[in-house]
């Protein structure tokens, strides 16, 4: 049991050591420093509020939960704390790495990648220190059983983090492009435009801490699940994940170097080889686990089963990531025709672009269908639960890649803001350019990992809930698959609602400032960027509680209502289309954005050309698709397993229609 | 036994009045007539291509099923018959109806009516009467076990009439509008476009053939599911489906009737009325066969179990109908609102345009669940069969309503075309505006009783294939859910990019023709509509044999590969995902549509505004929403599980992973 202490242990001392490293760096001319600053105080005045927020509702959770169980309820607060803090560091780390990227970038590319790398991996070690030292005190201090309740923290804290963060950033952006791209042909990140700040704002508060707080859930769910469906059988076997865990994390760190000491090979290679390392590491680690400390494995085929299934799901994850990503890149068919297409208009352009999304879902489906499989047949729910985690061991290294990608991008934007020399903002836009490619992957990852934790919350639930079969033809357990599959939907289009209130308000208010004040325009006046912070802060607070409510809320009644076996199918029925619509939210809004880069290249008329603004009208419908709706739809499954699972010993078995 | 037999005859003699109706009325002046003419050609020539087409793939499957059973496929040609005639003759009627309504015009708004809806029953009534009559003949000729073969039938058709027809017309829409109305700032249906009379064709294949296939295919599922649960257990509760279908046939002649002498109320009200006589007389008459025929009824709650059955999915089928109208159409907020949003441009309009679609699942889908909760409780599978047949009884005046919409908008079509008086059009335009509200209910209805008729036809899977208990927790239940889940998606994207594919030909050609042939558009020169006739018909065959080959064996691999367990889980995944998504694309099609006409009414700024431009586009990207994809998944969903049926026997019980 001292590997998941001292790992987790060990993050957090590399951590500090990253962080230092980054904070050592020059931040750049006073311009670059004042914008800096401006973004790091939007960020972080949204998080204190949104914590506010955050903190009314998780103390009521709290007050609820003590009537469930004491533990549980002190378990909630540590998980929620973990995130939040998770989410804190590197939130503020990722602000303090965007201009010093940009000043690296006067010196080299390779200097640049390595200060927005090493900021993105002081989130990646915060995510799993914090979390896996959280789940060591509880298992280890209070009881395995409470780590439901931790769980149920994590996921609570992502769920505001990443509606709230996602309606932030996308109203932000939407607006910025609306008027300042659209009406009066600014560039992107242009300094005149009111709405710019803001929307480098909402890269670090949805990007960096929304994805970071999502993960961290699935981190936390997919060890939880192989922890609770093994408590009262065995305790080796319970310890097991734990072990893995930590085992990553170490893996990661060794991975995170390698990419800062390469040199000379293009950033996309670099950080494909820091992640085929970490998961060769841990997969080598991971055997030798189950091979020293699996004794006892009832009747699971040999030591080999679990760990089968453990791979299957890292191959998964593998599959998935790069489905994503060539649907996504314009280096790929799908999203070239998707450009060509844009020739015929803005509608096309649409349409297409929600084809795309629909067709990428075949393949990850059926890829989690065979590991599902593959991993049962070797070690039953158990097995399922190991193939989440596979998935999830190197944590450490995909967070720190994700979050590069934001800094990257607020680099880009800083750059352009400070009108540095044309060199460094190409060499700033190439490393932005390869952050677009690790935020697909990141967000296919995101996606396929929801999809194994919650079906490895979803098995300890249904264990917990001693639900020996669940009948399809039960009429409730139907019903409760139907109304499932219809939650995905009702949660996105209260999304969408927000998103688009935002973004109007957005609008007038950027309207306003030109109009009111020509100077801004033409250079002389500053614009008022704070006040479109505070709209987008406004609207991600207002509009993350109602659909905060139904998330949490409609597991409960209908687990009240029509039982246990019905709130099974409502897991399913809610995986099921969540899972399709996820993707293809994530896929179709990925592909229009590099549809659109793709025709700014130059390709069928380049910028300006009527297959360019009908780009620019499916990236701007794509958009709230892929970093509201879609993200949030992970949360939600997550969420609604997590919260099943803490109340399943609860629920009556047959509700009150029998 | 004789209330089948007599009732369908009945159909078909009103039929033969109605028709005889229809034809002695005024064709109108020379050009009406031409138009007219060129209508009817275009229409014939692609019903007479496209069922070329399908009768080679049906006799291949034909072939097949002669190695299942020859009775099945002998009964396998009389559905597709059926379905193929009832297309035939309505189709044929639509066109011969679409001029004289326009010169009943002249006269009077209810002499237009009356020619219309006249037209739309004759649809009606070779619907019911040939599904009946064909029921009637395999149930006592053949034997009722055949009787999913001649599901199958209907269902086959169905496919390629709705699939075809879909893409035909929205290629044909979309094509017209892309240039004509956003290029050229043409009203619709301007003469000068040589797609407007593809696009008029494209209403009678599409919304009359497609449609009537679509529901036929329903009505005939929901019978033969009744049946078919009832195979050696009930001779009597097997024929109560039959008689019930009889009544509403009878019932539906009345309320014909009842609006064809109605005179001085509005042409919606007029509408209503019969519907609901149609519907009180169905109930009334339901009742006394329930009382006189269903003798003995195997524990269920006396004779009311299964009438209390019935009657639920007929209230299902009237609040799905009506949900699906609160939300289209531009009398109630939420499409008010979206109008108001397009203000802020096309990417809102379009991102609220989903929204609305999305949040307006939510009804519907707890309100079937409920329905299911409540015919169970009542009477088993049997009721679950019993709710679907509720909904389905008055299909004779449904579809006759529905049916009225197209011949009301193609006259309208008319009178812009041949330049009448604006008092003319004024009337016809408001019995077009009607036609979109009978046409809105009739989309939810045919997505409410797909649901239903899926369901009936599940059950009758699951016990035909000796499925005691289906548990979710066996992993390829699981996996047959989420890949079940994912299939609608898939086949969406796949008719997305035909629809596409089809526009953009057309929209070339469209160009073309203005750009070689400038009289065209100066008024001296005929535009070519006859090949954009010819580019929509190939756009359509095309692109209907690869969905049609998904959806066929994506459930015989899975029934053979994972055995029949995993394809219940398969069925109820695609299930999930196909209603929400369904009802999803028809309300947001819908209510983009009418948010465009609301506009175009005068509010927000009216024609040509800003708000305007933004809801042409969102009405663009809704119209393969609503007219394609959307209901292409009906029949996805009842064919999938008719194939399933037809099969089940043969299935093995635990595929090869066992």
Chains 1, 2 share one sequence.
């Not at 435009?193 to 981190?219: K, M, T």
């Not at 893996?251 to 998961?279: C, D, E, N, P, Y």
């Not at 297409?341 to 929600?354: D, E, I, K, R, T």
């Not at 207002?542 to 099974?568: H, N, R, T």
Request: aromatic share 8%; glycine share 12%; proline share 3%.
């Amino acid at each position: 049991m001292w590997i998941p202490l001292y790992s987790s242990l060990i993050a957090l001392g590399t951590l500090v050591i990253l962080a230092l490293i980054v904070l050592r760096q020059d931040p750049g001319n006073r311009t670059m420093q004042d914008i800096s600053r401006r973004i790091e105080r939007g960020a972080m005045a949204f998080l204190r509020r949104e914590y506010g927020t955050i903190c009314i509702a998780a103390l009521i959770v709290f007050t609820l939960l003590l009537f469930v169980k004491v533990q549980t309820a002190v378990a909630f607060i540590l998980g929620s704390s973990a995130s939040g803090l998770a989410g804190f560091i590197g939130m503020w780390m990722a602000t303090k790495s965007n201009a010093r990227t940009t000043q690296a970038a006067t010196r080299s590319t390779d200097q640049a990648l390595f200060v927005a790398f090493t900021g993105g991996s002081v989130m990646g070690m915060a995510v799993v220190g914090l979390a896996l030292l959280g789940i060591y005190i509880v298992f280890t201090r209070l009881n395995p059983e409470s780590l439901t309740g931790y769980a149920l923290g994590a996921s609570f804290i992502a769920l505001f983090a990443r509606v709230g963060g996602g309606i932030y950033t996308k109203s932000a952006d939407m607006g910025a492009d609306l008027v300042g791209k659209v009406e009066k042909d600014l560039p992107e990140d242009d300094p005149r435009n009111p709405a710019a700040i803001a929307d480098n704002v909402g890269d670090n508060v949805g990007d960096v801490a929304g994805l970071g707080a999502d993960i961290l859930e699935s981190f936390v769910g997919s060890v939880v699940a192989g922890i609770i469906l093994m408590v009262g059988i065995s305790m080796e076997l319970m310890r097991i994940p734990l072990m893995i865990a930590g085992a990553g994390i170490i893996a990661s760190i060794i991975g995170i170097f390698a990419v800062q000491v390469m040199r000379g090979i293009s950033a996309q290679k670099q950080l494909m080889t820091g992640s085929l390392l970490a998961t060769v590491l841990t997969a080598v680690a991971s055997y030798f686990i189950f091979r020293n400390f699996g004794v006892e494995f009832m009747g699971f085929k040999g030591i080999y089963g679990p760990y089968i299934a453990l791979m299957t799901g890292l191959v998964s994850g593998v599959v998935v990531g790069f489905t994503s990503e060539f649907y996504t890149s314009n280096r790929y068919a799908p999203t070239r025709k998707l450009a060509e297409s844009c020739q015929s208009g803005a509608m096309v352009a649409v349409v297409n672009g929600l084809a795309v999304g629909m067709a990428s879902t075949a393949i990850p489906i059926v890829t989690i269908g065979v590991s599902i499989l593959v991993s049962y047949h070797y070690s039953g729910l158990y097995g399922v639960a190991m193939a989440a985690l596979g998935m999830l061991a190197v944590t450490g290294f995909t967070v720190s890649m994700d979050a590069y990608g934001p800094i990257a991008d607020n680099a880009a934007g800083i750059s352009e803001m400070s009108k540095l020399d044309k060199e460094v903002r190409t060499r700033v836009s190439a490393l932005d350019a390869v952050g677009n490619t690790t935020a697909a992957i990141g967000k296919g990852f995101a996606i396929g990992s929801a999809a194994f934790a919650t079906l490895g919350l979803f098995a300890a639930y249904t264990q917990t809930a001693r639900l020996g079969t669940i009948d399809v033809l039960n009429p409730v357990v139907i019903v409760g698959i139907c109304i499932g599959a219809m939650l995905p939907y009702l949660i996105s289009s209260v999304l969408f609602a927000g998103v688009s209130g935002g973004a109007y308000e957005m609008v007038k208010e950027v309207q306003r400032q030109f109009k009111e004040r020509p100077g801004i325009l033409k250079g002389g006046e500053e614009p008022d960027s704070d006040r479109c912070i505070d709209i987008s802060t406004r609207a991600a607070l207002k509009s993350m509680l109602k659909p905060g409510l139904i998330v949490v809320m409609s597991p409960v009644i209908m687990g009240f209502v029509l039982g246990s076996a019905a709130l099974a199918g409502f897991l399913l029925g809610a995986l099921s289309t969540g899972i399709p619509l996820a993707l293809q939210m994530g896929n179709s809004g990925g592909s229009m954005d590099n549809a659109k880069k793709y025709i700014e290249e130059g390709h069928f008329g380049g910028k300006g050309s009527d297959a360019h603004h009908a780009a620019v009208v499916g990236d701007c419908v794509g958009d709230p698709l892929k970093d509201t709706v879609g993200p949030s739809i992970n949360i939600l499954l997550k969420l609604m397993s997590i919260i099943s699972l803490v109340l399943a010993a609860h629920f009556p078995a047959n509700g009150l229609f029998h």
